[in-house]
């Protein structure tokens, strides 16, 4: 599986808002393994370059870079950040998120499909922050998009997969999509779950930013998606209703009076 | 005598030259700004003194450093307020206040009949909280001005409007953001903040509202006018508040009381702290100049520590990492 021509090594995808330092993202990036962030670039930063020490930084990680459209309400500014990310990282990926709502975050939908039209459109590889609904995905993909990022949770809730059923039915309906679960996710069991259900990566940043050590929970986040990536390859067994012993009872001793 | 040329007159150049002046040097201070005010990123700092709380999000070096500033400012500038510091949250993010504890010490949880009695300008509006005892803020106008002038008393020529540094057996270089043409490693933190009066809300303390979006704080400055602070944003831009900002902050105090809605903007103030990529503050000794720089978030919390430092080296005392 490939993201745009791109084959990662590792399918944690990391954010890099909210450390207590520079030096402690860097930290968290090398241990988490990532190859893959997610920068937001904030529009009055940008054309004055202010931010160059802080993306100076993220770039000498040697990472990809994956620009977001973080904090846009409307397709224009989501489009206007998108392309002054590209000027500014030098890379026509985009992760887009043009934010409906802002108590939870969610993503407007009808903004979004009309901004990835836009921005496919113009040559920009688009990365969408979704929803779990199956539609909105599929005019997604016709507006261009060749990756879907349906959400856990509320960004920043740390609450999991909120809708198990939702993003299951999204990898059997798209089974030749590279779909990564964004947002919401608070704790490598959840990762490890995402995984499990066959998504092809992760996107996070909270969880270990703002954890207490976040080197280690990156670290733990790796082993998380690794661990469901290879259930998934391995081929989990089904679960049952009733138990089944694992231990046979053919040839089991007899004990008694004969 | 020994004597030093220190560059930079914000809080990191005067304490360092009252450190070195107390024990015995014969210092001179000069900074390329008309005078003490808005061209020092000092002068927008909250002045809290709040080692405990700010371990939060900093590393433990910060507690370190910072345990005797309060005891350092009282020695020498007025205003040093001792009253501790008091951590709220709102009820739908009392996760986030166990947070806060989990990751600090040196507090009391208070209930709500322990913050109504300690601010009853809040009375009934919280009911958990996480008092900080030990902590003290200061009015860093105040205090600067208070350093400048005793410095002078003390015969140490403070010289504004010049870049011209004196000939000196050192250099204490205190330059801020300023110094990135020797520091490269230097970046700017864009921070913002308010001046709001609101004399019907009496707070005796500084006051930090746990917000996951927009955590804010307020320190007292008298005569109900408070310091409301501040974003913390990776560019070094230094001049100019947006209209997010403003809301932001506005609307978390609006939270804290809705009686800061009636508050006058007395002030809004911008600049760029100067930060190392670890955000710790750093001596860095080339030959007789040395560095003073990187105190970020921290000026008022950790320039006495880092003077005493600076000072250990230029009597041969101490060595720099």
């Not at chain 2, 500084?206 to 400055?221: K, M, S």
Request: overall charge negative; glycine content about 10%.
């Amino acid at each position: 599986m490939d993201f745009y021509g791109f084959e990662p090594s590792s399918r944690l995808f990391l954010g890099t808002a909210q450390y207590p330092s520079p030096a402690v993202l860097g930290e968290a990036i090398r241990a988490s393994g990532a190859e893959v962030v997610t920068v937001s670039l904030r529009r009055e930063s940008g054309a004055a370059r202010a931010g160059q020490g802080f993306w100076e930084l993220i770039r000498s990680l040697g990472v990809r870079v994956l620009p977001n459209t973080a904090g846009c309400h409307s397709v224009r500014e989501a489009v206007t950040t998108a392309e002054m990310a590209r000027e500014v990282f030098e890379t026509d990926w985009i992760k887009l998120e043009v934010i409906g709502e802002d108590d939870t975050l969610q993503p407007d939908v009808f903004g979004l499909v009309e901004a990835a039209r836009i921005l496919s459109e113009s040559g920009f590889r688009v990365f969408p922050y979704t929803t779990g609904d199956l539609v909105v995905a599929e005019r997604l993909l016709q507006a261009g998009c060749e990756v879907l990022m349906p959400w856990g949770a509320p960004i920043g809730s740390g609450r999991g997969l909120n809708n198990v059923f939702a993003l299951r039915a999204m990898r059997a309906h798209f089974p030749d999509v590279p779909l990564v679960v964004d947002a919401g996710i608070g704790l490598p069991s959840h990762a490890a779950a995402a995984m499990e259900l066959g998504y092809d990566a992760v996107l996070l940043n909270t969880a270990v930013a703002k954890a207490g050590d976040p080197a280690r929970m990156a670290a733990a986040f790796a082993q998380a998606v690794e661990a469901g990536r290879a259930a998934r390859e391995a081929d989990p067994m089904e679960p049952r209703d009733m138990a089944r012993p694992s231990t046979p009872v053919i040839g089991r001793a007899v004990l008694g009076d004969a | 005598m020994t004597s030093v040329a220190v560059i930079g007159a914000g809080v990191a150049g005067l304490t360092v030259a009252s450190v070195l002046a107390e024990r015995g040097a014969a210092v001179s201070v000069v900074d390329r700004s008309p005078g003490l005010g808005p061209d020092q990123c000092s002068w927008y700092a909250g002045g809290m003194l709040a080692p405990w709380c700010e371990r939060e999000n900093a590393e433990a070096e910060v507690v370190a450093l910072g345990m005797g500033a309060a005891d350092f400012w009282a020695a020498r500038v007025p205003g040093v307020v001792r009253r501790g510091s008091l951590v709220i949250a709102p009820a739908r993010d009392s996760g986030e206040l166990r947070r806060f504890a989990r990751r600090t010490e040196n507090y009391d949880w208070l209930d709500r009949e322990g913050i109504d009695e300690l601010e009853p300008a809040l009375e009934g509006r919280f009911q958990r909280a996480l008092l900080f005892r030990e902590e003290a803020h200061l009015d860093p106008r105040r205090a600067l001005s208070a350093l400048v002038g005793s410095l002078e008393a003390a015969g140490v020529e403070v010289r504004y409007g010049t870049e011209a540094v004196p000939d000196a057996e050192w250099t204490v270089d205190c330059r801020g953001l300023a110094a990135m043409d020797r520091l490269p490693e230097l970046r700017g933190v864009k921070g913002e903040m308010l001046y709001i009066r609101s004399p019907e809300v009496a707070l005796r303390r500084t006051v930090r509202l746990i917000h996951p979006r927009i955590p804010i704080y307020l320190v007292p400055r008298g005569d109900g006018v408070y310091m409301l602070g501040a974003t913390t944003i990776e560019n070094d831009e230094r001049r100019r508040i947006t209209a997010r900002s403003m809301v932001e902050l506005l609307s978390a105090v609006y939270a804290l009381h809705p009686a800061f809605g009636e508050a006058e903007v007395v002030e809004i103030g911008t600049d760029a702290r100067p930060a190392f990529p670890d955000n710790l503050p750093r001596l860095v000794r080339d030959g007789r100049r040395l560095h003073v720089n990187g105190l970020y978030r921290h000026g008022f919390l950790l320039a006495p520590a880092m003077a005493v430092r600076a000072a250990d080296i230029v009597f041969g005392e101490g060595t720099a990492p």
